[in-house]
């Protein structure tokens, strides 16, 4: 079925009405953002082909307000931030390493993986997210490789983990304050609370991403500086005998690899928000690289601080017991500390998040993969069908168990990024020439040899779960695949509108790198 429709793809001639005016009092720009310069009424060179049936209609994208929003982009400190809390916020959740794995294998863990996984990841994340910069991101990588079917099947597949991703935020958020307040434990306390604080998040979420940002780093500087004093207060008390602790038979590897793949992944993410950010082909390779560095210092300082100043103890290494290690080493002020970082490193995590998988939903209707109402935008600039949309699965996941939750947007995250390397060596070979404002620095058997180490980690993650997890996430992905299809006969039916933006290029047609992404 994606030969088929491959063959469909082609340029079509750019039908555009004029812009209307923008609304009045547009004219002011938030702080790490540059307002985005205004569209012309010029015909565009290029349309971007349609991505179902040839009767999708070229014209601009609806607004939820009729009148074109001010679009602002991200700068660099912001995405930063916005990146860090996509894949880490933090070192809440390493703790299930050193309990499964002892303390050795755990630094070991947070050294290799980065170098296996998350570099590899990253560099993809800054060729195809430049060599792309719209907000499908990586569902446009997969569709130009493999076809547009397929691309939905990568947006179904990556949308369905990152909403699954972010039930556990307000859920774990509640649990860092039920031992203050009991009544969160469970019932309709907790119920409301779950909603009500999905809620506010939804609203930072649709206020903008300029919000979101600076919120994220006004988080982070929050969540990560009692890690940086308990770190201070561990040195006279560290031994690095303990370091080296390992026991080699009593390994729990499912839980050792889900714990550190869940911790270390998502790079990606940011590719679906690479159409708001401000000069993206140099602005995106250069936030991952910092957003590299930050998180993997972000686990490895406060791991080693607590496996060296306290004695081992495996059967206490669970989620939170870094406020445990905080009171034993700096007393209750520091337990408290650590304890509101976490609970507030959650609502990072969730805006991040949300942020990521509403503007995936923009991007495909904007090449004509879904209802062109999915491309809406608030007279904030933000995908408001894309955030409800977002925020109901998030409802409808949260009654999961955290191990459940984590171990079946694994199983989902790993069939997309196969795809998306594949849909890597396949865009290095086909389009060798095509224009890349930032590529990685190895030939295309350097690439593939680079993906190895990582393929085989997805292998590995696939092999480890348990068949309730791959029973229901196998189910997940053939919704998918009925999905599209049913979606394109209801184009062909005109029973919706699907509408691709003028503005974007046809599917096998990069951007050039200094063209600003009008939308």
């Known amino acids: 079925m994606a030969s088929s429709q491959r063959s469909e793809v082609a340029l079509a001639p750019a039908v555009r009405d004029p812009p209307p005016p923008p609304p009045s009092g547009s004219g002011s720009a938030d702080i790490g953002q540059e307002q985005k310069p205004s569209q012309n009424a010029e015909p565009a060179t290029c ?57 050795l ?103 903008g991403l300029t919000i979101v940002g ?31 602790a390992v026991d080699l038979h009593d390994v729990d590897w499912n839980l050792y690899l889900n714990t550190l793949f869940w911790n270390l992944n998502y790079w990606d993410s940011v590719s679906t928000i690479s159409g708001e950010v401000k000069n993206p082909g140099k602005t995106l390779p250069k936030a991952l690289f910092y957003a590299v560095i930050f998180v993997v210092v972000g686990y490895l300082y406060p791991l080693l601080a607590g496996t060296g100043a306290v004695p081992l103890d495996r059967g206490q290494w669970t989620d939170g017991y870094f406020a445990d290690i905080a009171k034993l080493l700096g007393g209750a002020w520091l337990m408290w500390w650590v304890q509101a970082a976490a609970a507030v490193s959650n609502m990072g995590l969730f805006v991040a998040e949300m942020s990521s998988d509403s503007y995936q939903l923009l991007g495909m209707a904007e090449r004509g993969m879904l209802p062109a109402f999915f491309a809406w935008r608030s007279r904030y600039g933000t995908p408001l069908i894309g955030i409800l949309f977002s925020a109901s699965g998030v409802l409808l996941l949260s009654t999961m168990s955290f191990q459940e939750i984590v171990a079946a947007e694994n199983f989902l995250y790993c069939f997309g990024m196969l795809m998306e390397f594949l849909s890597f060596v396949l865009l290095r070979v086909r389009m060798p020439d095509a224009p890349r404002p930032y590529r990685v620095p190895l030939g295309t058997a350097g690439c593939v040899a680079m993906l190895v180490p990582a393929t085989a980690l997805l292998v590995a993650v696939l092999a480890l779960s348990t068949l309730k997890v791959a029973l229901v996430s196998l189910g997940a992905v053939a919704v998918g695949l009925v999905l599209q299809p049913a979606l394109r006969f209801v184009e062909k039916k005109r029973w919706l509108r699907f509408s691709v933006n003028p503005d974007l290029p046809g599917i096998d047609v990069t951007h050039q790198p200094d063209d600003p992404l009008v939308v």
């Open 47 to 103: 349309a971007a082909p349609p991505m179902g049936e040839e009767g999708t209609e070229h014209q601009g994208l609806p607004n939820s307000s009729g009148a074109a929003p001010s679009l602002r982009k991200l700068s660099m400190v912001p995405l930063i931030f916005i990146i860090f809390y996509e894949v880490s916020g933090g070192p809440f959740g390493i703790e299930d390493t050193v309990g499964a794995a002892g303390p």
């Open 105 to 207: 294998l755990a630094i070991v863990g947070f050294l290799a993986l980065p170098v296996i996984w998350s570099i590899p990841e990253a560099l993809i994340t800054a060729e195809l997210g430049t060599m792309f910069p719209e907000n499908s991101g990586f569902v446009v990588w997969v569709a130009s490789a493999l076809g547009p079917y397929w691309g939905f099947q990568q947006g179904w597949m990556k949308w369905l983990s990152g909403v699954i991703d972010n039930a556990l935020y307000p859920v774990l958020f509640l649990d860092y304050l039920k031992s203050a307040v009991p009544a969160l434990g469970g019932g309709a306390p907790r119920a409301v609370s779950v909603v009500g604080l999905t809620a506010l998040l939804t609203l930072l979420n649709y206020r």
């Open 214 to 244: 600076w919120a994220a780093i006004c988080i982070g500087v929050f969540s990560l500086t009692p890690f940086l004093v308990m770190g201070l207060i561990s040195i006279p008390k560290l031994r690095p005998a303990r370091w080296l």
